[in-house]
């Protein structure tokens, strides 16, 4: 590999994954929306920005030819940050886009691509780990993860009509990481935290992994990953309680130790819904994650033996990502110094 393709490349997923690929001597073409916010992530690095949107795969198509490999990391996931239903924009670029994405760089001979799915297309019973062949039915899907499942059938509906493409599927989990500009919803928990903004402890637990971890994942899977097949990128299930408690931690403030029910969760995602429609600031609770925590309850884990067996991949702590992402935001002067 000598020259690769990101989308999605000013992402908390996307921009560790270009440092890393520079890093490596890979030549990048880094597609974004906006230029100036990529030159603000990729200031000092030798990477060539590409401008354009997912909405519009022909504005940019010409960049695609002469490389060696795509990464495809852009999606569209603000639901948490806005609530209510997107399913016109989720539909659009999750899924029509990822199926106009693989086909224009097909005809821009680029054979090897990595798509980046989501945990969310997998679901399974609270007590067993869950593993890449626990498919989620697309009717117990909320709309963003029903893009996910969508954006999954179309890569393998698009690999049945072109054999000689190859694109394993790497499934990230809740990420967490430095250089979260958005910034995502992990980091708009962590700063919520650190402006003491979190009410209390939700029941549940998520899985959290390093965005970095996740990057080389998609790494390796270029290199490694067979045509068509999942790979985990999950990481560790950590309680809410817990994972308040590592914050606690790595920033010296103090946990909040409320536990707040499901009940009220419900109740305060549709105050948090109203107060965006009104100020434009970003959802803390959204009705979606409301229901996503009501419903997977106990989970214990995810099973990582196939990543581990065939990309050769591992995790850092959980507490180490996220002393690393509080550092990245202190020194980005988005939160005062401990």
Known sequence: MTTAFVTGSTGLLGNNLVRLLVERGVTVRALARSRAKAKRQFDGLDVEIVEGDMADIRGFSDRLAGCDVLYHTAAFF?????????????????????????????DAGIRRAVHTSSVAVLTGHADRPIDETMLRPEAEADDYYRSKILADRA????LESHLDMTVPLVLPGWMFGPRDLGPTSSGQFVLDYCRRNIPGRTPGGFSVVDARDVALHLIAAAEKGASGERYLAAGDIVSMADL???????????????????VVLNLLSYVY???????????????ATARLLASEPGRIG???SKSERVLGVAFRPVRETLADTVAWYRRSGKLPDA
């Not at 399913?87 to 693989?102: C, F, I, K, S, Y």
């Not at 890569?155 to 698009?158: D, M, T």
């Open 78 to 106: 603000r639901d948490s940050y806005k609530g209510g239903s997107h399913w016109d924009e989720l539909e659009r670029t999750n899924v029509q886009g990822t199926t106009a994405l693989l086909q224009a760089a097909y």
């Open 244 to 262: 308040l408690l590592l914050m606690q931690e790595v920033t010296g403030i103090e946990a909040p130790t409320r536990n707040i029910p499901l």
């Open 155 to 158: 890569v393998l509906a698009f």
């Open 273 to 287: 819904e109203a107060q965006h429609r009104f100020t434009g600031r970003p959802v803390l609770l959204s009705r």
């Open 302 to 304: 995810y099973d990582h």
